[in-house]
């Protein structure tokens, strides 16, 4: 089977064959086991914060743009909820929904910038981060405690083997994959991020997309600061940073065959980035490995995977546009009927045709 033959998708999936074929190896060569009950718990637990996060870094580099407010937004929602929560049960509901809307908002700016006034992405939100990075690091010095039983509770249920806050992360991305490939706002979303002036001379909107995807970026973020706040049982201003969200997101969803300049790629594809790394980080955890090293690994891996597409070029995806905006017929199509030309008027005849009829 040739290489450019193989779908975006499947080329992940096998990646992360190979990978779990040689963490396996390699575990087995100290006298552990990478499926063991207990990994796999550590496994399904490291997945399901960046999943979060990577549902809603997906939208915005399908739209063709960047997120990297994220893991502030992270420490935002983490740092209000546990403080509105102050230890009451009764107060879970309105503590998650004015986390999750002051999260939201952040998005709708960073969408009103990108979208309407037409800045670019990655500015934008590494501005809105640093402003988030400092009204934490001046109203909250420490931990904020204070979360009740019941958050606690979420956070530490499980149905069998799965934790419950991996099943909802699971869910949340079947929904919005569905959404994604049969809903007119998932079709918008993949056109603007495809080529924005086509998209516009086609009667979309842009800025409705941008916008949505800004703001889906952001409560993602929120939700997957509300987990670890149930697992925690803090609120940390510094617990999106720290565990370097931004830019781990960005990497997983390119690993799972996203284009940077938008408008390729699927969730599936992101999950298998996600899995890709969840299972180096066990393995190089399992081995003891140097934790700065671990950037190491991920790096070397994300430029496999990257050089992996690039060497599949075009095949499984053919240009949607040429340069003038025109649309441009698959391969294995005809290529399309040229417009009906108007009949061309009756050439005179000829003198020498006209004497042959005459003969």
Excluded at 312 to 337: C, I, L, M, N, Y
């Amino acid at each position: 089977m040739r290489l450019k033959s193989i779908p975006d998708t499947a080329s992940v999936y096998l990646i992360l064959l190979a990978v779990v074929a040689v963490c396996a190896g390699l575990t087995m060569s100290r006298g552990h086991n990478l499926f063991s009950s207990g990994n796999i718990d550590v496994i399904l637990t490291s997945i399901t914060v960046l999943g979060l996060v990577c549902i809603g870094q997906t939208h915005v580099i399908l739209i063709g743009s960047l997120d990297l407010s994220v893991g502030y937004v992270m420490s935002l929602a983490s740092v209000l909820a546990a403080g509105l929560m102050a230890g009451n049960n009764s107060a879970v509901p309105s503590a998650l929904a004015i986390s999750i809307g002051v999260c939201a908002l952040v998005g709708l700016a960073n969408g009103l910038l990108v979208g309407v006034l037409g800045l670019n992405g990655f500015i934008t939100t590494l501005s809105t981060g640093l402003i988030i990075s400092g009204y934490l690091t001046t109203n909250y010095p420490g931990n904020v405690g204070g979360v009740p039983s019941v958050m606690k509770d979420l956070g530490s249920a499980s149905v069998g083997p799965i934790p419950v806050t991996t099943l909802f992360m699971l869910a949340a991305l079947v929904a919005a994959s569905l959404w994604l490939s049969r809903t007119r706002l998932g079709f918008h979303v993949y056109a603007v991020g495809g080529n924005a002036e086509v998209a516009k001379m086609s009667g979309i909107k842009n800025v409705v997309p941008i916008v949505f995807a800004h703001v889906i970026s952001s409560v993602f973020a929120a939700l997957a600061g509300l987990v670890v706040v149930a697992r925690l049982g803090v609120g940390s201003p510094v617990v999106g940073t720290q565990g370097a969200y931004d830019l781990l997101s960005i990497a997983a969803v390119v690993l799972g065959g996203c284009a940077l300049a938008g408008g390729r790629g699927s969730l599936w594809g992101t999950l298998g980035g996600i899995l890709i790394f969840a299972v180096l980080d066990s393995t190089l955890s399992i081995l003891q490995v140097n934790p700065f090293l671990k950037d190491v690994v991920r790096g070397a891996v994300l430029v496999a995977a990257v050089a992996v597409f690039s060497l599949r070029g075009d095949g499984s995806k053919f240009r949607r546009f040429t340069a003038a905006g025109d649309p441009v017929a698959p391969p294995s199509s005809p290529a399309p009927d040229r417009p009906d030309q108007p009949d061309q008027p009756d050439q005179p005849d000829q003198p020498d045709q006209i004497v042959r009829a005459a003969q």
